[in-house]
């Protein structure tokens, strides 16, 4: 299938306050994040190269040792095994991320 509606795929729990719905490609995943507030997302690494936008809300995005406040309209490039980590502020957050290789552990 090549067209899909985001309504329509497959929603994962991740942990408490973090959804996802992931939807992987020969080479890549593109992944929807829905992130409750207060919902931190611990420093982690992965040897998939990360790239990704706020649809809506904000977080306080660490990558490395750089922090930030991210917002709707903000995005960023994790390259290969950098450590980040997440936290969402006060408001229910939507983030759109790609990720190379695929993300076999999110299908």
Same mark, same amino acid.
Request: glycine share 8%.
């Given at each position: 299938?090549? *067209? *899909?509606?985001? +309504? @329509? ?5 991740? !942990? =408490? /306050?973090?959804?996802?719905? #992931? ?11 829905? $992130? !409750? =507030?207060?919902?931190?997302? =611990? @420093? *982690?690494?992965? =040897? ?6 706020? $649809?809506? /809300? ?7 040792? @750089?922090?930030? &406040? &991210?917002? +709707?309209? %903000? !995005?960023?490039?994790? #390259?290969?095994? &950098?450590? *980040?980590?997440?936290?969402? $502020?006060?408001?229910?957050?939507? &983030? $759109?991320?790609?990720? +190379? #290789?695929?993300? @076999? %552990?999110?299908?």
């Amino acid at each position: 299938m090549y *067209h *899909h509606t985001i +309504a @329509e795929l497959n929603s994962k729990n991740l !942990a =408490p /306050g973090i959804d996802i719905k #992931p939807l992987n490609g020969k080479k890549g995943s593109m992944v929807f994040f829905y $992130l !409750a =507030p207060g919902t931190d997302i =611990p @420093e *982690h690494t992965h =040897p998939h190269e990360q790239i990704g936008t706020v $649809l809506k /809300g904000s977080l306080e995005l660490t990558i490395g040792d @750089e922090k930030k &406040v &991210v917002k +709707a309209g %903000d !995005a960023w490039c994790i #390259p290969s095994d &950098v450590a *980040h980590k997440a936290h969402c $502020l006060d408001a229910a957050t939507e &983030v $759109l991320e790609f990720f +190379a #290789p695929v993300r @076999e %552990d999110y299908a």
